[in-house]
């Protein structure tokens, strides 16, 4: 049987999770088979909220089919689209769906999307999330109403290493320890010696972080994200290095940093664990594990 | 101030079809300043209404003026009598001042000349920036004199987002991040500790729309 992702994270082991995305439409077959190939593999599934405001299937009902075919999800919920009602409702009923990992985001902006006139919500952001959830476990919602049956959830929330200007960054991730996230996946990192400054720092805290892995499938993609993610720096070197990969062996070298990351990590102690997004690509994560030696 | 952009040209114009007298009435505050339905506007779009009709040979009549405030009943009642013959009226005014017109020369037939878009500021000539979404609980007092309700993309009160890049906002790189901004500002006061502060939910209810406030003074009139 599963073992609950808390539990997980109070063992002490190295911890490692993984990103699945739902489909845009009901076809399911993919995402189930993503689930199947990395349920084992790992210690938890992150199930994506209409990621990068790209309109998919919920993540509460991924979640529900992570949880049916016998692995552990944990459910990401932005403040995008949803207002307070709509998110203490979604939360109950994932308590009742047996989920109880939380992921509390703000959510990217919805002009990022494939619905740019819609109306964002943001009525209550990552912060306020986590905190709501901390009071439903209370056993009274946010409008002070007693609740029958109280739902208990491991919460989590994330935090950007090598966001620039870093203080800001730094005093938010202070106030989510405060407002009781258990434990912290990154922003991809790519420069360890950054991140182990990150952590320097984070240690002071009784938190869980995994590093953010990002397979990087090409140089050009290492470029773009330079260009164009926030929060993401891949080094000179590791670009190079992407380029030198012979023709159609991108991919390979790809899965090789990362999974020489993830050792790094994991031998020299840097994080608790780690949490990978192989973007459209979770179909190679075991071969990452592999060349972690996991 | 209220910020305003003229309506497209077209799309007055169409909306004007099947009549034969229109009025066009300005408004001299907010629209006025920032040039989208001050005097001289509607000027110009009148002149532009009536060379366009004349050149499709329609004749249609049609006259202007500008009003001081349309949104406030004492200036309106100084030319509502003048309106009464017209087929439309075309209010330059924000939203506000249309509806007050419409109020007040019922069942007068009227069309928005603008759009309004904002409550905003002028950091330099001919640009206007959005700096109050009138949330009716202000914080600018914590937060460095920016609002984090307005200038932030996502209202977020209680830090920045993942998304921001040195200095740039995630939806746009030429938008500054507001928290990038609210930080440094609170640095120079002394006050970098209000970030630290735990900010609520907002609450809506104080801004339950359509809001209403009544001056001490005259309650009970
Ligand atoms: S906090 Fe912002 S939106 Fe609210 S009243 Fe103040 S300036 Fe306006
Ligand atoms: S990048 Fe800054 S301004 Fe933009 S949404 Fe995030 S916190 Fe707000």
New interface residues.
Partial sequence: MAVSFKDVLRSGEFVVTAEVGPPKGTDISEMKSHISLLKDKVHALNMTDNQSSVMRLSSLVGCHIIKEMGGVPILQMTG?DRN?LALQSDLLSASVLGIDTVLCL????I??GDHKEAK?V???????ILKAVRVLASGVD?GGNPLKGTPQFCAGA???PE???I???L??F??KV??GAEFFQT?AVFDLETFKRFMAYAEKFDVKILAGIVLLTSARMATYMNQHV??IYVPDNLVSEMASAPKGGALQKGIEIAGRMIRKIKEEGIAHGVHIMAIGKETVVPDILQAAGL | MIVAERKPFDEIKTALAGCRKVFILGCDTCVSVCMAGGKKEVGLLASQLRMSFKKDGKDIQIDEDTVERQCNREYMELVLSRLQDYDLVVSMACGAGVQLLADLSEPLQILPGVNTRFIGMTPQDGTWEERCRACGNCILGETGGICPVTVC???????????????KC??DKDKDCA??L??HRLEKMGK?DN??K?F???N?LVQCHPAKQVHEVYKGE
């Fill in positions: 995008r307070r703000t959510g990217d902006h002009t990022l964002p943001h009525d209550l952001e990552s912060l306020q946010l994330v935090v950007t966001a620039d200007p203080e800001p960054q005093m938010k202070e106030k405060w407002a922003q926030a929060g | 993309a996502k209202g977020i009160l209680n830090g920045p987002c993942g998304g921001t890049d040195h200095g995630e939806v928290w990038t609210i930080y970098l970030i630290r735990d609520p939910p907002r809506h």
